[in-house]
């Protein structure tokens, strides 16, 4: 071996140990002080995930539960680079992080810095049947319908036998890819038990409002319906979702009826719901520490834009959102939409983009105001965000999570194995799974 190709060799196994040592001492240790001495003060950061520069990625992982472990697999070193394949757990999600790192040095230091991160898949997700990261794959349960990493000794729970038939219902509906037809899908009524219900308004907005019959409530919740941002006008199909919440949570529910599209395109339906929201912090009295904002699809878009107009016009904010399968991407860039075009039996691409053309009109279908994935998340209130695994828009729930992370929001997510698009809106169809989800809403909820 010539002196130089030793020398390469040495130094590359030197910049393997480098890397190691320094993720060690960051992600396991969580010794900050003693991490800078192994990233440049002008590090690169190129990731989706992690705001720029060292004090990105050091602020991430700040705001990770304490018990946060890295741990890698392999790691290749050619040159100035080094990558690693690794997996991350306890990361106070429902699934690990498994991800690939590919790392530059410089001096001495790690100066430049890429990732792919992607959920570690359990057997029952596996495509290939293999498992991502070692030899096994991680245990699996349901619990209450989240798909989370538990002991061996736990077992799975089935899809239930209606959420089955309900599928297969959904599967065999004749393809609605027009406003007509999904008005005519959202268009049932429901009789409600339990609850009263009364026509009222906020801000001029039309709204109904329900809540228990018996007892006085004793927090707020404003929830935008979904539809595509085209149906659900009057939301009667979406009145069920809200009757269970306010028995659940004890609530006063405002069911918001913004104004739909083609008839009223982007912004009308941001500007109804900022409107009502407004109203109900200033004038309307309510103690913001007892509102909490909820949405369903296009009005779980809603749900988190309000909530950064409140912050960015510095109202009191929420002291909760809650978001149920957000459709918060109008550019359609997310990975899911062409990966669960098989799993989803509702949902498809024509029929959100369809929904999109006639809400958006000329606008731009990136602005976050209803693309909300791309917006700023820092300083708000603690978000839940529940998305069926069967989604196509799976992905718009994970990068709202990711970029709520990054921004040192709480964040409690929630995969549903057996989870279809805004599935807790069909508990009128007597569905266990939409049951348990609204019971974890309603938990969210009442935690303020």
Request: aromatic share 8%.
């Amino acid at each position: 071996m010539t002196t130089g190709r030793a020398t390469m060799i040495e130094n590359e196994q030197a910049n393997k140990a480098l890397v190691i040592e320094a993720f060690d001492t960051l992600f396991n240790r969580r010794d900050y002080a003693a991490a800078q001495q192994f990233w440049s003060p002008h590090y690169i950061q190129r990731s989706a995930h992690i705001e720029p520069g060292r004090d990105g990625l050091f602020d991430l992982v700040k705001i990770m539960p304490p018990d946060l472990r890295y741990e890698h697999q392999l790691v290749v070193a050619e040159g100035d680079y080094v990558m690693l394949h690794g997996r991350f757990s306890h990361i106070g999600q429902p699934a690990n992080w498994i991800v690939t790192d590919i790392v530059r040095v410089a001096d001495g230091l790690l100066a430049e810095h890429w990732d792919v991160i992607q959920d570690e898949a359990t057997r029952s997700q596996s495509k290939s049947g293999l498992p991502m990261f070692g030899d096994a794959f991680p245990a699996e349960r349901t619990t209450g319908g989240m798909s989370s990493a538990v002991s061996p000794a736990d077992t799975q729970r089935p899809e239930s036998q209606l959420m089955n038939a309900f599928v297969s219902y959904l599967r065999g509906q004749s393809d609605r890819t027009d406003t007509e037809g999904t008005r005519e899908f959202n268009g049932e009524r429901t009789a409600l038990e339990g609850v009263t219900r009364r026509d009222a308004d906020l801000a001029g907005v039309p709204t109904i409002t329900v809540e228990p019959a018996v007892g006085r409530p004793d927090r707020i919740v404003i929830y935008f319906h979904g539809g595509g941002y085209v149906s659900g006008s009057p939301p009667d199909r979406y009145l069920p979702l809200a009757a269970a919440i306010a028995l659940a949570a004890n609530a006063t529910v405002h069911a918001v009826d913004y104004r739909l599209a083609p008839e009223f395109p982007f912004p009308a339906a941001y500007d109804d719901c900022v409107s009502a929201y407004t109203w109900l912090v200033s004038d309307g009295g309510v103690d913001p520490g007892s509102l909490s904002v909820l949405g369903d699809s296009a009005g779980g878009n809603l749900a988190l834009a309000v909530a950064v107009a409140a912050r960015d016009r510095r109202l009191p904010l929420p002291a909760r959102v809650a978001m149920i399968s957000p459709f918060a991407d109008l550019t359609f860039s997310g990975p899911s939409i062409e990966q669960r075009r098989d799993s989803d039996p509702y949902v498809t691409r024509a029929l959100l983009e369809s929904m999109a053309a006639d809400y958006l009109g000329d606008s731009d279908p990136a602005d976050p105001r209803c693309s909300a994935v791309f917006s700023d998340l820092k300083g708000l209130p603690p978000l839940l965000i529940q998305v069926g695994d069967k989604e196509i828009l799976y992905d718009d729930a994970a990068r709202i999570r990711d970029r709520a992370l990054t921004a040192g929001v709480d964040v409690t997510f929630e995969s549903w194995e057996h989870g279809i698009h805004v599935w807790p809106v069909y508990i009128a169809s007597g569905l266990p799974e939409s049951a348990q989800a609204i019971e974890h809403l309603a938990a969210f909820l009442k935690a303020c």
